[in-house]
């Protein structure tokens, strides 16, 4: 559930397509997406025999491990790009805002903490030219525990209130 104004607007991205907007001042710390409503998970077993063109596979994330979520609704969560010097980090459904984000700049996430850690399920980063792939289970919980350890002690010295 997102917890601030945002629009859907055209990205700042190459080629992204649509991007989520902020409408507001968001300060860094500060939650801006927390899961709600999660009560299906899928393995990647189930998620490669569905059809390409499945909601369930085109929205999936890999939530934990080999365990994966989808939001076949397309909710507004779904616009948010990536980039590899976002503003944003995920940590096991939670999104917080790394730094402080000014109202109008485009809400950006890296990638490989949500994709599955196959390269040939990857893609290309249109802006560095590199690949995208997600990062194996554990990779992933110590770069998000390691940025999110980083965010709040910057935090709790005084830099920023979390919000």
């Not at 809400?107 to 560095?128: A, K, N, W």
């Not at 997600?134 to 919980?141: A, N, V």
Request: glycine residues 6%; aromatic residues 12%.
């Amino acid at each position: 559930m997102l917890r601030f104004r945002c629009r859907v607007d055209i990205s700042t991205i190459p080629n992204a397509g649509h991007g989520l907007f902020a409408d507001e001042m968001i300060r860094k710390g500060r939650v801006i997406e927390f899961p709600d409503n999660i009560h299906t998970f899928y393995s990647r077993e189930q998620l490669l025999a569905m059809p390409e063109d499945s909601p369930v596979l085109q929205t999936s994330i890999c939530w934990f491990e080999d365990c994966y979520s989808s939001d076949p609704e397309h909710s507004d969560i779904y616009y948010i790009n990536h980039s590899f010097t976002p503003n944003c980090i995920w940590h096991l459904g939670f999104i917080f805002a790394c730094r402080d984000i000014p109202a109008g700049e485009e809400i950006s996430l890296d990638y490989r903490v949500l994709m599955d850690s196959d390269p040939e399920l990857g893609f290309r980063d249109e802006t560095t030219g590199k690949l995208i792939s997600g990062l194996s289970w554990e990779e992933k919980m110590i770069f998000n525990s390691s940025q999110l350890l980083q965010l709040f002690t910057d935090l709790q010295k005084g830099s920023e209130p979390a919000v």
